[in-house]
């Protein structure tokens, strides 16, 4: 059974910055996608990156792109975003997910179908 475990939210202020981490288990695929999402109260859930552990080829949505990166090679098991200059905006469910068919890029984001719980991201003005 795959499991996916983020950890890392918090409180933070706005310029700051936090790094969330998904453990993933119970998997034996060596080559898979993680995404990252997140949810804001009272908005559609949004996509926000993905490495494919094979190549570790990442992509990004305009949102984020430029303050939020995925370490490379840091997908084997586990895989992080990194998010600096953090804004109030920026507050929400921040979710994990996995995809183990072969997708990458975005449509790892479309198509990623095993899902963490998520961890609270929370910045202040």
């Known amino acids: 059974q795959v499991l996916l475990v983020e950890s890392g939210g918090g409180s933070v202020q706005s310029g700051g910055s936090l790094r969330l981490s998904c453990a993933a288990s119970?998997?034996?695929?060596?080559?898979?996608?993680m995404a990252w999402f997140r949810q804001a109260p009272g908005k559609e859930r949004e996509g926000l990156a993905s490495?494919?552990?094979?190549?570790?080829?990442?992509y990004y949505t305009d949102s984020v792109k430029g303050r939020f990166t995925i370490p490379r090679a840091s997908a084997k098991k586990t895989s992080y975003l990194q998010m600096n200059n953090l804004k109030p905006e920026d507050t929400a469910l921040y979710y994990c997910?996995?995809?183990?068919?072969?997708?990458?890029?975005?449509?790892?984001?479309?198509?990623?179908?095993?899902w963490g719980r998520g961890t609270q991201v929370t910045v202040s003005s």
């Open positions: 997910a996995a995809d183990f068919r072969g997708y990458y890029g975005f449509n790892c984001l479309r198509k990623a179908n095993f």
């Open positions: 119970g998997h034996t695929v060596s080559n898979y996608c």
């Open positions: 490495i494919y552990t094979g190549d570790d080829t990442t």
